[in-house]
């Protein structure tokens, strides 16, 4: 089997394979991913049912680089997400299945903070994608979209309670959603938990959020989705002055989302 692990080094995207899982090659030497990568972080990769691998990176937007032939040549898109003049791309997550059914969600600026969630699809292995979609400008932490079957797509983020006034840290509760689509990303059902996520010491920078970094889905044969992510055990461990947090007081949180409509 052939395996790829994306990965950023020197703020270049790189992509390596394996057959084996024990030795890997850099497909980074020559061809469309040698040197012109711009690599500004967050790297992601998924491959379909034809074996076709499909290598989503940032910076100017999100270029989209594709594998036919088990990573030996490459084809590069410019900015699948059609950036407009003056805004910005972030923290982009892709998967595919099938014939070359390829989703992309990206965390894009057109409406300030907090950030929107832009969805993104191709039907012929990434050759044309559509007009982004906006399924929420209230998101402060997006999390990777998965196929669940041939028609459910599946993703969760987090909405900033209080005044988000940076893309993905602020002195903000939050709460988690569940975003669910049951006809290939036609339409969408927002689902968000009861209980709020108290504010918690980011990773990302020094500041406040509502999760350690970014919550992750993954769902059931039956097609329930259970949802991942880490946060503070709740207000009282920081100390007096609010913005203390003592080492070793993060917990993982998983939940199973009974699957809306």
């Given at each position: 089997p052939l395996s790829f692990l994306?990965?950023?080094?020197?703020?270049?995207?790189r992509v390596w394979s394996?057959?084996?899982g024990k030795t890997f090659t850099l497909h980074n030497k020559a061809g469309a991913l040698a040197g012109t990568v711009g690599g500004d972080g967050d790297t992601d990769?998924?491959?379909?049912?034809?074996?076709?691998?499909y290598m989503a990176d940032l910076g100017n937007g999100i270029p989209l680089f594709s594998s036919k032939d088990n990573g030996t040549t490459w084809t590069e898109?410019?900015?699948?997400?059609?950036?407009?003049?003056?805004?910005?791309r972030?923290?982009?997550?892709?998967?595919?299945?099938?014939?070359?059914?390829?989703?992309?969600?990206?965390?894009?600026?057109?409406?300030?903070?907090?950030?929107?969630?832009?969805?993104?699809?191709?039907?012929?292995?990434?050759?044309?994608?559509?007009?982004p979609r906006e399924l929420t400008n209230t998101m402060i932490q997006?999390?990777?979209?998965?196929?669940?079957?041939?028609?459910?797509?599946?993703?969760?983020?987090?909405?900033?309670?209080?005044?988000?006034?940076?893309?993905?840290?602020?002195?903000?509760?939050?709460?988690?959603?569940?975003?669910?689509?049951?006809?290939?990303?036609?339409?969408?059902v927002?689902?968000?938990?009861e209980s709020k996520i108290p504010r918690a010491l980011g990773c990302v920078t020094a500041n406040f959020a509502p999760t350690f970094i970014f919550p992750v889905i993954a769902a059931a044969r039956s097609g329930n989705p259970y949802v991942a992510w880490a946060q503070t055990r709740d207000e009282s461990d920081f100390s007096p002055d609010g913005r203390t947090l003592p080492l070793?007081?993060?917990?993982?949180?998983?939940v199973r989302a009974a699957a809306p409509g």
């Open positions: 994306p990965g950023s080094g020197a703020q270049q995207g394996s057959p084996d990769i998924a491959i379909d049912g034809n074996g076709t691998a898109k410019d900015d699948i997400s059609q950036t407009p003049k003056g805004e910005g972030d923290r982009q997550w892709i998967d595919a299945r099938g014939d070359g059914k390829v989703v992309v969600v990206v965390a894009g600026t057109e409406h300030g903070n907090p950030r929107t969630i832009l969805f993104i699809q191709s039907n012929d292995s990434g050759a044309s994608w559509s007009k997006i999390g990777p979209i998965i196929w669940v079957d041939d028609s459910t797509l599946a993703m969760s983020y987090v909405e900033p309670i209080g005044n988000a006034t940076t893309s993905q840290s602020s002195n903000v509760e939050g709460k988690m959603h569940v975003l669910i689509s049951r006809d290939a990303g036609l339409t969408w927002d689902t968000p938990f070793g007081r993060p917990t993982a949180q998983l």
